[in-house]
């Protein structure tokens, strides 16, 4: 993936085989958790430390080739898609996440009644409810 390397020059992030791993990753598995994406690396590469992904995560993460997605109540996930300002919506019984777009409004998606003199650039959105299996698998008390 030639396009993964030119993305991390351009962003001045030094291109390693640990980089390259962890980027596909949350490329192909959206809203992963860092032990996720540790995991399925290490099935790629062999080896590499929890530390070393991590560190990998937040790098890119400080660049802003990944997003950092940290709903109340659940482990940091991260997901390749940034720049639009997207929402979430989560299943409070799976932890399922889908990606939302914005749902009203100019950049950043929704205009606050008052502003307090701050130039808003963007807003955290996150939906919050039980996905149709959960729905079904719960039974009335």
């Not at 409004?105 to 955290?124: K, Q, R, Y």
């Amino acid at each position: 993936m030639p396009q993964v390397e030119q993305e991390l020059r351009r962003h001045g992030v030094q291109v390693t085989a640990q980089r390259l791993a962890v980027m596909r990753t949350v490329s192909a598995h959206p809203h992963a958790t860092a032990d996720d994406v540790a995991q399925r690396v290490r099935e790629v590469l062999g080896s590499i430390s929890r530390q070393a992904v991590y560190d990998t995560l937040s790098v890119l993460a400080d660049k802003g080739l990944i997003r950092r997605i940290q709903p109340s109540g659940s482990p940091a996930r991260f997901e390749d898609r940034v720049g639009d300002n997207h929402h979430h919506l989560i299943c409070r019984g799976c932890g399922l996440m889908f990606d939302i777009d914005c749902a009203t409004g100019e950049v950043p998606c929704l205009t606050a009644n008052d502003d307090h003199g701050f130039e808003i650039d963007e807003a955290e959105v996150v939906y919050w409810g039980r996905c149709p299996s959960c729905r079904t698998n719960t039974t009335p008390d």
